[in-house]
C-alpha cells in the first residue's frame, strides 16, 4: 500500500510540509495514469467548478418527484426524511472526501470509487460491488435523464398540438441526439461551464415549479386539497418505503470520488466549499418544490409535479410558463445525463484508448467517438422501451443510491480512521450504517412490487 498505483498523483512529504505534485502524477510518472485518469479525470479544477459538479450530479429534474413522495409520507413524515436525507447525505459525502484526502496526503490519491472499495474493502469489493453498483447507478441514471427530457418535450408538443400524433419515443430518440452530442465533450472538468448554467437551470425550473404550485393552490383551478394517506395498510407501507427510496435517489450521487478526482493538487478543504455551494443550492429547491407542490396538491401530486399543471389536457397556469419551465428542465436534464456518463466514459477510455498517444489523436477519438456514441444509443434504446423507468429506478435507488452515499462513507470512514468505539463520530456512523442498510433492503422490496405491478399495465414503447 506504500507505493503509488495507477490513477494516483504523488506526495512527496518533508519535514512538516506536505508538498503535493501539481502534474498528474509528474511528468516522471506518467506512465502510471492511465487513459481514463488522464484524458477523463482531469485534476485541473478549482472548488468553485467542483460545486457546480456536485449541483448538477444532485440538484436534478428528479426533485420535481418530491411532492409525490410526500404524498405517500404526509407533512411531518415527509420533512422529516427530507432533513435526515439532507443532514445525513452532507455528512456522509464530507466523510467520503475526508477519506479520500487522507490517502491522498499518505500518497494514493483514489480518483475513482472502485479504486476506494479496492484499497480500504479489498479487491473483490471493489471489482464485483462497488463498480458494478456504481455503473449501474450512473447508467441508469442517464436513462432515466433521457426518459425524463423526451415526456418534456412531449408535454411543449402537447401544448402547442394537444392532438399531436407523435409518441413518446419518438421524442425520446430526439432527446437522445442531444445526448449525443453533448457526451462527445473529452473531460469531466470540461463540463465546468455547462454545469455552470446547469446549476441556475435548476434555480430557475425549481423557481417555476414553486410559483406555479402557489398560484394554482391559491386559486379555484386547482383540486381540493386532500393530505391523508391514500389506499389500503399494505399500500400506504409500501408507499412510504417507496418514497423513501425517491428521496434517497434525489440526494443520491454515486460519483463523490470522480468529483473529487477534478480537483486540481493540492485538495484539501476544495470539496467542503463546494458541498456547501451545492446544499445551499440543495435547501433552496428540494424544499421549496416539496413544500408548495404537495401543499397545492396533497395527495392528487404526480410521479412529475409539472404533469399537475394540466388537468384534462387544459393548463391551470399559462402556456408559456409551462413551456418555459419545461424547456428550463430539458436543458438542465443534458447535462445531467452527460454527468453520469462519466464513469462509463473513464471505463471506455482507460480500455480502448493509449496513453502514449494525443488526447485528439485519431488513435483515440476514434474510439472514443464510437463507444460514447454507442453508449448513448443503448440508453436511449432503453428509455424508449420502458416508459415506466421511473419505477425501475426507484429500485436503482434502494439498491444502488443508498449502499453508495448512506452506507459506504461512513463504513470506509471508520475503517480508515478507526475512531475510538467510545466517539460518537464511531457510533453516528454505525448508526448510519445500519439503519439506511435496512431502509435499502426494504426500499428495493417496495419497488420490486411497484414494477410487478406497473408491469401489467404498461408494454414497450408505450406512448404515456
Known amino acids: 500500500m506504500g507505493t503509488l498505483r495507477p490513477g494516483s498523483i504523488a506526495v512527496h512529504e518533508g519535514g512538516d510540509d506536505h508538498k503535493i505534485s501539481t502534474q498528474p502524477a509528474g511528468a516522471a510518472n506518467h506512465q502510471k495514469l492511465d487513459a481514463g485518469a488522464l484524458f477523463v479525470l482531469k485534476s485541473k479544477g478549482s472548488w468553485i467548478h467542483c460545486g457546480y459538479h456536485l449541483t448538477t450530479s444532485i440538484v436534478a429534474p428528479a426533485l420535481l418527484s418530491l411532492p409525490y413522495a410526500f404524498a405517500a409520507l404526509g407533512w411531518e413524515a415527509g420533512i422529516m426524511f427530507l432533513v435526515v436525507g439532507a443532514l445525513v447525505t452532507f455528512y456522509s459525502y464530507n466523510m467520503i472526501s475526508l477519506v479520500l484526502e487522507h490517502h491522498a496526503q499518505l500518497g494514493r ?15 473483490k469489493w471493489g471489482r464485483w460491488y462497488v463498480g458494478p453498483i456504481q ?26 398540438k394537444p392532438n399531436g400524433s407523435m409518441k413518446l419515443y419518438e421524442f425520446v430518440v430526439i432527446f437522445g441526439g442531444l445526448m449525443l452530442i453533448l457526451a462527445q465533450i473529452p473531460s469531466f472538468h470540461s463540463l465546468r461551464h455547462i454545469n455552470m448554467v446547469s446549476l441556475c437551470l435548476s434555480l430557475a425550473y425549481s423557481t417555476c415549479a414553486t410559483a406555479a404550485s402557489i398560484y394554482i393552490g391559491n386559486s379555484s383551478k386547482g383540486p381540493e386539497k386532500d393530505y391523508s394517506l391514500k389506499g389500503n395498510t399494505d399500500d400506504r407501507v409500501f408507499g412510504i418505503f417507496n418514497a423513501i427510496a425517491i428521496i434517497a435517489t434525489t440526494f443520491g450521487n454515486g460519483i463523490i470520488p470522480e468529483i473529487q478526482a477534478t480537483l486540481a493538487p493540492p485538495v484539501k478543504g476544495k470539496m467542503f466549499k463546494g458541498l456547501c455551494v451545492c446544499y445551499a443550492v440543495v435547501t433552496v429547491t428540494f424544499f421549496s418544490v416539496a413544500i408548495s407542490g404537495y401543499w397545492a396538491f396533497g395527495n392528487k401530486a404526480e410521479g412529475l409535479i409539472l404533469s399537475n399543471f394540466l388537468e384534462d389536457g387544459k393548463a391551470l397556469v399559462p402556456k408559456w410558463f409551462i413551456l418555459m419551465t ?9 447535462a445531467v445525463g452527460v454527468v453520469y456518463l462519466q464513469p462509463t466514459n473513464e471505463v471506455f477510455e482507460k480500455t480502448f484508448a493509449d496513453p502514449k498517444s494525443g488526447e485528439f489523436s485519431s488513435r483515440n477519438v476514434i474510439p472514443r467517438l464510437l463507444s460514447r456514441s454507442l453508449s448513448v444509443v443503448i440508453a436511449t434504446t432503453i428509455a424508449a422501451m420502458l416508459p415506466f423507468f421511473g419505477d425501475i429506478n426507484a429500485m436503482i435507488g434502494s439498491f444502488g443510491f443508498i449502499p453508495l452515499d448512506f452506507v459506504l462513507p461512513v463504513v470506509f470512514f ?51
Open 326 to 334: 419545461n424547456a428550463f428542465t430539458i436543458f438542465q436534464l443534458s
Open 109 to 123: 490519491r483514489h480518483l475513482r470509487f472502485r479504486d476506494m472499495a479496492h484499497d480500504i474493502l479489498g479487491p
Open 135 to 160: 455503473f449501474l447507478v450512473c447508467y441508469g441514471a442517464v436513462v432515466g435523464c433521457t426518459l425524463l427530457g423526451g415526456q418534456c418535450m412531449k408535454a411543449i408538443y402537447l401544448l402547442a
Open 414 to 464: 471508520n475503517l480508515t480512521f478507526k475512531p475510538s468505539r467510545r466517539s460518537p463520530v464511531f457510533w453516528v456512523n454505525i448508526t448510519i450504517a445500519v439503519v439506511f442498510s435496512a431502509l435499502g433492503v426494504i426500499a428495493s422490496v417496495a419497488a420490486v412490487r411497484q414494477i410487478s405491478l406497473d408491469a401489467k399495465t404498461y408494454r414497450l414503447f408505450a406512448n404515456v
